[in-house]
């Protein structure tokens, strides 16, 4: 199976590059093992796009994929697990098919880092959880922490505190890294409790979690909270290894490419969170992915 642009990842980023591909007359596929939209999807309000005042972010995905959709777009839950280059065409292999095309752009974003507490894999599901738009509703009417300092996890805490009794907001550091109207915010509910320099360090319970133990990184008193579940908000990690025979990493797994998008591997494009940047928001990620697919179409009617 033959395409002129093949997308790898589903995010906002990687449906832009589509839109933008498609309206160059390209043919495209996106490869997605999750689901659509990416992290912003789990977002229960993007207040950051540009003539849109407020929008969920599973919304705003499924808008962007309609529009995709109507266009031709091809789609696939499929994984993708090896990347490589023979003459002009790109060999793309999944754990179903194996598929070619002239340029490939990579937009797998990144995943929930681990805070790395003993069980914390073990307890997955039964307390411990990534994500309070998927999972908070199991919660509601109990109290839950939240552990993290920026934007998702005081997002996460403000919807927690429409359901639960108490949301204990805890965090590292002496303060957050969020924009101000979410710590206006996240400060204004009676029922989100903040305390800071606290490091976790015990999930408490046999199958289920019952209480979390932390310790305070000035004094090293133990703090205990009794809490049905703990979300853990402590950032993203890339998911690159599988495309290092093709792209160069930095120390941090993270695709290093040009403001172009371009990688060392000519037709090879990297966007939005997978790649080295500064910033890394749904319109930069929307941004990389119209830069990419403008360079790829320029690319492909140069061959």
Request: glycine share 8%; net charge negative; with cysteine.
């Amino acid at each position: 199976m033959k395409y002129d642009v093949i997308i790898i990842g589903a995010g906002v980023g990687g449906m832009t590059a589509a839109l933008n591909a498609l309206r160059g007359g390209k043919s495209c596929l996106i490869l997605e093992k999750e689901n659509v939209g990416g992290q912003i999807a789990n977002s229960p309000r993007v207040e950051n796009i540009p003539g849109t005042k407020e929008i969920s972010g599973q919304e705003f995905s499924d808008k962007l994929f309609e529009q995709i959709d109507a266009l031709g777009c091809k789609f696939e839950l499929e994984d993708v697990l090896e990347v490589s280059k023979n003459g002009n065409e790109f060999i793309v292999k999944t754990n179903y098919n194996t598929y070619e095309s002239l340029v490939v752009i990579i937009a797998t974003g990144s995943k929930h880092r681990k805070i790395g507490v003993p069980r914390e894999d073990e307890l997955v599901g039964k307390g411990i959880s990534y994500c309070a738009v998927c999972d908070g509703a199991f919660y509601n009417g109990e109290d839950v922490a939240i552990i993290g300092d920026a934007n998702t996890a005081l997002q996460y805490a403000l919807l927690q505190a429409n359901t639960s009794p108490k949301v204990y907001l805890l965090t590292l550091f002496n303060k957050f890294f969020a924009d101000d109207i979410l710590v206006k915010r996240v400060l204004e509910k009676k029922n989100i409790i903040v305390e800071h320099n606290l490091n976790l360090i015990e999930l408490v319970g046999k199958n289920e979690i019952s209480s979390i133990k932390l310790e305070d990184t000035k004094t090293h008193e133990i703090k205990e909270f009794n809490v049905k579940c703990c979300f853990i908000c402590v950032g993203q990690i890339p998911d690159n290894n599988r495309f290092k025979n093709i792209v160069d990493l930095d120390k941090q797994g993270y695709i290093i490419a040009n403001e172009l998008c371009e990688t060392k591997t000519s037709g090879l494009y990297a966007i939005g969170d997978c790649r080295v940047k500064k910033m890394r928001q749904v319109i930069t990620a929307c941004s990389d992915g119209a830069i990419a697919a403008i360079q790829a179409t320029n690319y492909i009617n140069s061959l």
